[in-house]
Every structure is written in C-alpha cells, then in structure tokens.
C-alpha cells in the first residue's frame, strides 16, 4: 500500500510519545503512535484509495485523504471497524450546510456532536443508554477523537489560533454518542432525517454542553414521558439562537414497561443545523 505521510523511525517508544507533543500533533492528551501496520490496516479494512480526498478541512484547508484520516483515527484509538464511523462523521461535518468553517472558529461554546445510529451502534458497543454523555465506552471515545484529532491536524482548529471560543467546551475532546433504538418512543433520529429504517448512519449536529433539566413525575406511571414521566433530560442548543437554529433533548425514560435507562435523542424546535451521512 502506498503512503505518502512523512515516515520516523525512532526506536523508544516514550521518545515517540513527546514527539507529538512538541510537534503539536496532538490535543493535549498522549495517542496511540500511528505505525504503518495500524495505519494500513485502517485503509484496507473501508477498501478506499490512501489518496482519495473528502476535501479541504476547514479553517486552514488541510486535505482529509483516507490516509490522513487513518492516522488521525488511529491516534484517536479506533480499531479498523470504527473507521467507517469516523469517515461518515467526518463526511457530514465536512458538509458545506454544517458550516464547519463556523463551528470551528466561533467563539461560542459549540461543538460538533457526532450521533450513531443503526445496528452497528449495538455491534461496536457505542453506548445509547446511561452515561451516554461521559466515559467508559471506546467506541464513542474513539471515533469522538479521531474526528477531534482530523480537525486539529488537517483543520487547524487550534485555540489561540484559529479557534476562538472564549471558554470552549469539553467535547473540544471528543463528543460522540449513540441513540437508544430498541426502547425509544420516537422513531429514530436518522429515519426522520430521511434514512431507511435499519440502516447505519452517523448525525452531526454543532452544539452546547449538556444542560440538565428534571421534570417531576411518577416515573413508575405509564403516562407519555413528555407529561410527567421523563425524570432527566439534556438539552443540547446549536449556535447562538436555538429558536431559529434548532435544538435536541437527549431523554433518560424512566416508565412502565419501559426498560431502566433507556435514552432518546429527539428533536425539539427546527430542522435546520444537523446533517446525516449514511455508512
């Protein structure tokens, strides 16, 4: 397979570490070193040519070729079956109707959220349910950075540069989720959106830190959760506005015949904002 990536040879492995540090090729936390192998690996397993380009990333332009993609990937800790996700995320924030080129360089405090939806949620182990927002779960950490880390060395999303939220935003790490399908009273985020139900499909969507909302109610009564069942909620706002640009609550259910911790993510207000990519 033919690379084109500049290639080092180093042969300790703590030396190979700090240099990403110092060449600035990493987001302030170590990575997992992009060898050959690993990154060859990646490429083979979505069968895509090393050079094909997505495009430019935005804001300073860098080319997102597969190969490029890879590396990133792999620092960011996929294994060669969450690339298909990463690419997907990547091809809907890259989306001139996402305006990544905005999102990057506001200096509001929003973020791209990546949501997975389909049967290769379950099949990876993204987490839909209970902590969807935190940690614990490598698919969603995963290819939540390796998105983080294509923006950082290929876009230049870089704070103090080109990055200018005044007070940022965790997710600035990696903010990825998936949505809970099986116990969810809505149809799924992607059907909506226009995907075939049973497809896969990743949701990216410029957005706020979880705001936290509990609603009084029985959890235990059978009613609709949206009259007194929903214990938590966390509402997600894009941009400045989300009157006019759209906002999502992502909802813990807690009722009758309704399984503990099941999570939606459901739309609430317009549909302008978020993009899908099918994988």
């Not at 190979?16 to 540090?21: D, I, M, N, W, Y």
């Not at 490429?43 to 993609?69: N, W």
């Not at 909802?251 to 302008?272: F, L, M, P």
Request: hydrophobic share 40%; with cysteine; proline share 8%.
């Amino acid at each position: 397979m033919k690379l084109v990536s500049e290639s080092l040879s180093l042969d300790d492995y703590d030396e190979a570490v700090e240099l990403f540090f110092e060449r600035g090729w990493t987001d302030g936390l170590p990575v997992v070193l992009p060898t050959r192998r690993r990154v060859e690996a990646m490429i083979a397993h979505v069968g895509r040519d090393p050079q094909e380009s997505l495009g430019p990333v935005p804001p300073k332009g860098g080319e997102a070729t597969i190969e490029k993609l890879a590396i990133n990937a792999v620092m960011g800790g996929c294994r060669p079956e969450h690339f298909p996700v990463a690419l997907a995320a990547m091809e809907a924030m890259m989306d001139p109707a996402h305006n990544l080129n905005g999102v990057s360089q506001t200096t509001h405090m929003c973020v791209s959220l990546i949501i997975v939806n389909g049967p290769i949620a379950r099949e990876l182990g993204f987490n839909s349910r209970d902590g969807v927002f935190g940690n614990g779960y490598r698919a969603n950490a995963a290819v939540g950075r390796a998105a983080r880390l294509a923006l950082w060395n290929l876009g230049g999303a870089v704070p103090w540069d080109t990055d200018k939220s005044t007070l940022s935003h965790p997710g600035e790490y990696a903010f990825c989720i998936a949505e809970e399908e099986e116990d969810n009273p809505w149809p799924p985020l992607h059907v909506e959106r226009g995907c075939a139900p049973g497809s896969d499909a990743v949701t990216v969507f410029a957005c706020e830190g979880p705001h936290s909302i509990f609603c009084y109610g029985n959890s235990d009564h059978p009613q609709p959760p949206q009259r007194g069942g929903v214990r938590q909620a966390w509402l997600v706002q894009a941009g400045r506005a989300p009157l006019s640009l759209g906002a999502r609550a992502a909802v813990a259910v807690r009722r009758a015949r309704v399984r503990r911790g099941a999570r939606a993510v459901q739309e609430d207000g317009a549909r302008r904002g978020p993009l899908s990519a099918a994988l």
